[in-house]
């Protein structure tokens, strides 16, 4: 039985994904849950898997293409004998990539212009966003097409002082481009430091580490600051919501759904855990595992990266002493975490060592106070200062 595979519907008001990798071809034997195809939108890239097993019979598809919801992607017979099977798949690779093409068609089709007669400036012809723009530009003035420009000033060429490589931005790191460019423009955005002496949590996260995981999870820094921020979040209120400029209003948020910064090969992504207060922080820390290797694997689904309320930002495995994230807009705030180190601090009359973790809280400054971000992230150094402080399920 011939079976035609569908894109399945991929998130709200997501219509349609660019493919930019076919992971089967006809004749392959695919088993259910195996994926088929890689994805991107403009909110994340991640991997198709098929409902069916069987044998591939026909791709409708390939590199570059852009399909819509419902589309038929694949067909594949069902009823397939395993004894047709010549030979196993090929193991899925790094293949070259021409990076945010599929972004530039559909650039092309929203302004109503034939991609074709768009001449490229790229290296080997290839066409650009300002390529389109400029066409587009010239086209309402009735002039010929000019070189391309980027944001109104040209750039030198750079290929007088040496070796040079051009490539396009995917369509992730252009939607994180777009929103933090967004914040940055047009949030006043402040940032205030502290640090937490974490001596005591670093005893209780390694003796609790053992029991958590046995549940296969691992107990971080990152997880205990997840609880830590859900309960800020409600002892403030003003950093779980959002500020709606056209109508001047605060829209608080009565549930608790916290971003955590996943570095990936495509960029920095953003997965949502939800309804942490919920949740103990076994529960946490298993839960961020999964969904921050589905983002470097990237099989993390676009509805897994909307709907935070805050983002906390880690940096501290990889180094330095503090830094001043910005704001993930419609949200109004960001935790950042650098990297504890061992200090002498002066204590009741002598110098002890002391492990001390380094926060920043940037926040929006239209709805949020001073006072109020340096008691934000005072309460929140006190908690991950004093364990005993943290209401922790009886799971740990």
């Known amino acids: 039985m011939i079976e035609e595979v569908r894109l399945p519907e991929i998130s709200e008001n997501v219509e349609s994904g660019d493919v930019i990798q076919v992971l089967v071809k006809a004749g392959d034997f695919i088993e259910k849950e195996q994926s088929i195809v890689e994805l991107e939108t403009e909110k994340a890239a991640f991997e198709v898997p098929s409902p069916v097993k069987g044998k591939v019979t026909e791709v409708n598809m390939k590199e570059g293409d852009t399909v819509k919801v419902n589309q038929v992607i694949i067909k594949v017979d069902t009823e397939a004998e395993t004894s047709e099977r010549p030979r196993e798949p090929e193991q899925k690779g790094t293949v070259e990539k021409q990076e945010a093409a599929p972004s530039v068609r559909q650039l092309a089709r929203e302004l109503g212009i034939d991609i074709r007669r768009v001449t490229g400036t790229e290296e080997g012809g290839r066409i650009s966003a300002a390529d389109v723009k400029e066409y587009a530009k010239n086209m309402i003035a009735g002039q010929p097409a000019k070189s391309a420009h980027v944001k109104g000033k040209t750039l030198p060429d750079f290929t007088k002082w040496g070796e040079t490589e051009r490539k396009q931005i995917t369509v992730t790191r252009r939607k994180i481009s777009e929103t933090l460019s967004y914040t940055w423009s047009n949030v006043p955005q402040v940032t205030?430091?502290?640090?937490?002496?974490?001596?005591?949590?670093?005893?209780?996260?390694?003796?609790?580490?053992?029991?958590?995981?046995?549940?296969?999870?691992?107990?971080?820094?990152?997880?205990?600051?997840?609880?830590?921020?859900?309960?800020?979040?409600?002892?403030?209120p003003k950093f779980n919501s959002s500020f709606d400029s056209e109508r001047n209003e605060i829209i608080y948020k009565k549930y608790f759904n916290i971003s955590v910064a996943v570095e990936t090969d495509r960029g920095l992504l953003v997965p949502v855990i939800r309804d942490v207060n919920k949740k103990s922080i076994v529960e946490l820390s298993e839960e961020l595992n999964s969904l921050a290797e589905k983002a470097r694997q990237h099989k993390v689904t676009p509805e897994e990266m909307v709907g935070g309320n805050f983002t906390i930002s880690n940096l501290g495995g990889i180094g330095g002493t503090n830094f001043a994230p910005i704001i993930y807009w419609p949200q109004v705030a960001i935790l950042g975490i650098s990297r504890a180190a061992h200090q002498l601090h002066y204590i009741n009359g002598s110098f002890q060592p002391r492990f001390i973790l380094p926060l920043s809280i940037s926040y929006d400054h239209r709805i949020i106070d001073g006072v109020e971000g340096l008691l934000f992230i005072r309460w929140v150094a006190q908690r991950l200062q004093n364990p005993l402080l943290l209401s922790l399920d009886e799971k740990i």
């Not at 002496?197 to 691992?218: C, F, M, P, V, W």
């Open 192 to 236: 205030q430091y502290d640090q937490a002496d974490i001596t005591n949590l670093e005893e209780s996260r390694k003796l609790y580490s053992k029991k958590a995981g046995q549940e296969n999870a691992k107990l971080t820094i990152t997880s205990i600051a997840l609880k830590v921020a859900a309960l800020a979040m409600k002892e403030f």
